[in-house]
Structure formats: C-alpha cells, structure tokens
C-alpha cells in the first residue's frame, strides 16, 4: 500500500508563505488524484485543495488566489504553495491520494498574527 509523508510545516507570521510537500511512496502516484485537507483545532476536517493525474486544480474558497497545489511525477511528489497565510489557515494538514484512499500523517501549520 501506498504511503504518503507531509512536510514543510511550520510558524509563520501573517502574510508569509509556506510550501508543503506530500511524498508518495509508489510509482502509481502518476494515476492518483491528490488532495489536501487541513484540521484545526475543535474543527472537522475540511477539503483545501486537490489535483487530478491529469493536473486539473480545484480550490476552496477560503484560498483560492492564495494557495497552489501542483505535483511532479518524476519524484512522485505534491506540494501546496501557501501564501498570504492568515491566522485562520492555522491547523494540521493532511496530504490524501485516491484510490484507494490513504492519508498521510499531517504537518502542522501556524500562523501568528
């Protein structure tokens, strides 16, 4: 079975950047779909952005013009490039990649104000 490993969290202030980085452990990564969720504390998990095998993007609203997801085949790899961060996009976030569904372990983002 696949398995994904996020990086690339941290602290930062408001209006910084971050780019996370999602590591899929097989070669299929070329034919799965990935996605990011985040979890803030007390908070459901919610969707933040995926990308297709074919590259197609979509965003939620709350970071669309703010974030991008894009990923490299070649080193069966997704990031999320994170900018404006506000305090708001504080939480852990996951990296997901279907099918099957497997999530990755989280990495903690914190933004200060």
């Known amino acids: 079975q696949v398995q994904l490993v996020e990086s690339g969290g941290g602290l930062v202030q408001a209006g910084g950047s971050l780019r996370l980085s999602c590591v899929a452990s097989r070669s299929t990564f070329t034919f799965n779909t990935f996605d990011w969720f985040r979890q803030a504390p007390g908070e459901q998990r919610e969707f933040v952005s995926g990308i297709s095998s074919a590259g197609t993007t979509v965003y939620a609203d709350s970071v669309k013009g703010r974030f991008t997801i894009s990923r490299d085949n070649t080193k069966n790899t997704v990031y999320l490039q994170m900018n404006s961060l506000k305090p708001e996009d504080t939480a852990v976030y996951y990296c997901?990649?279907?099918?099957?569904?497997?999530w990755g372990q989280g990495t903690q983002v914190t933004v200060s104000s």
């Open positions: 997901r990649t279907r099918p099957p569904v497997v």
